[in-house]
């Protein structure tokens, strides 16, 4: 045991003064939240010496593992519980660091030293963290369209489109970056639609260093429906359901309907089962027994892995329809009112016709009295 210890004394104390020289450098691109390899390799032997620093944090200890076990008393809190090695291959020569939760302060320069009886070594892993645009939200109310996505790093960029192009529509725009807590970004910009220019799809592109994502609107338009079938459509008409997740949804937020590319039924929400006949292979939303309360803007959201498609259609109720349920309830009411009128139109006329045969025979009476009094 006296022998082992000195070995790692002198390790260490080699490790503290860098004796060694550097050898590789490495870059990795890390997804927030997810878990990360930072690989490290040495020559096997005996007596294994593991250090990882975060060089760019003012040298934090991030792991060390010496005396065939894991030494965590001076790790730094940042990385308790997210660090660990890979055990049954370090005497083969594998230091590799698997780092869980990433953060986005976890990016920058790494280093790995490694000693054993044999060598020492120094590699350098330079981390990079990206949180990839998941998701583009575009709505319009009124003349203004927005178009907003949330939680990214680095820093991203979004431009605006028209088809057919359209220099005038984008005259009048505001954009916004903000950072959060968690050092991701969210951007949002705004555009107010032009009088003069009609008829447009709107796209909005937000991008960054690893991916993109596009939205696309298209101006909300009217639809009159009726207590019977009313189909609303879908913007992406030419577009199987199969390559596409589809999300329809009631005044921006109540959920209608929803389905992923790898289920193979639509799940209809409780609120909506009575009011949905079904969905076409485009999208298009097929309603039914309407009434007042279903009026309002109807969402289609059809997305993929790199665009989204949304169609915002204002559905109007004609005042006079009436849904089936309604009308049976409406026939049962009035059938039952007439059934009432009847009932008392009858009891009236019995009630009329016993007062007359009671008068009838009340005259009789007083005419045979009558009669006897005069003619004795």
Request: glycine share 6%; hydrophobic share 35%; with cysteine.
């Amino acid at each position: 045991m006296m022998v082992v210890g000195c070995s790692v004394s002198l390790v260490v104390w080699s490790f503290l003064w860098t004796l060694s020289p550097a050898e590789g450098h490495a870059e990795v691109s890390c997804v927030f939240m997810e878990s990360c390899i930072l690989p490290c390799s040495f020559q096997s032997s005996t007596d294994v010496v593991i250090f990882w620093i975060h060089v760019t944090a003012g040298d934090t200890l991030v792991h060390s593992y010496y005396h065939n076990q894991d030494q965590l008393g001076r790790q730094d809190q940042r990385f308790r519980g997210r660090t660990s090695l890979f055990k049954d291959q370090i005497s083969g020569g594998n230091a590799s660091l698997q780092l869980t939760g990433v953060q986005v302060q976890d990016q920058g320069r790494y280093k790995c030293y490694t000693s054993t009886i044999a060598a020492n070594k120094e590699s350098f892993i330079n981390l990079q963290v990206d949180a990839p645009v998941h998701k583009v939200d575009m709505e319009q109310e009124e003349n203004r369209i927005t178009c907003s996505s949330e939680g990214i790093y680095p820093e991203p960029e979004l431009t605006w489109s028209t088809s057919p192009p359209s220099n005038v529509a984008f005259k009048n725009t505001t954009s916004r970056v903000q950072q959060t807590e968690q050092l991701l970004y969210n951007i949002n910009s705004s555009l107010i639609l032009s009088d003069r220019v009609t008829d447009l799809v709107y796209s909005c592109t937000v991008s960054t260093r690893s991916n993109r994502r596009r939205a696309t609107l298209r101006e909300l338009t009217s639809l009159d429906g009726s207590s019977s079938d009313t189909t609303i459509p879908c913007s992406a008409s030419n577009t199987s359901l199969l390559n596409f997740s589809l999300v329809w949804r009631f005044n921006h937020s109540r959920i209608i309907l929803n389905r992923t590319r790898t289920s193979v039924p639509y799940t209809v929400s409780e609120e909506w089962r009575q009011q949905v006949k079904g969905v076409s292979e485009s999208g298009s939303l097929t309603l039914q027994d309407l009434s007042l309360k279903q009026e309002g803007i109807y969402t289609c959201e059809l997305s993929d892995d790199e665009e989204t498609n949304i169609t915002n259609t204002l559905l109007r109720i004609e005042e006079g329809s009436q849904t089936g349920v309604t009308r049976v309830i409406v026939g049962l009411v009035v059938g039952a009112i007439f059934v009432v009128v009847l009932a008392g139109l009858g009891v009236r006329y019995y009630k009329r016709k016993s007062h007359s045969k009671e008068c009838e025979t009340r005259d009789k009476v007083w005419k045979q009295t009558f009669d006897s009094a005069m003619n004795p």
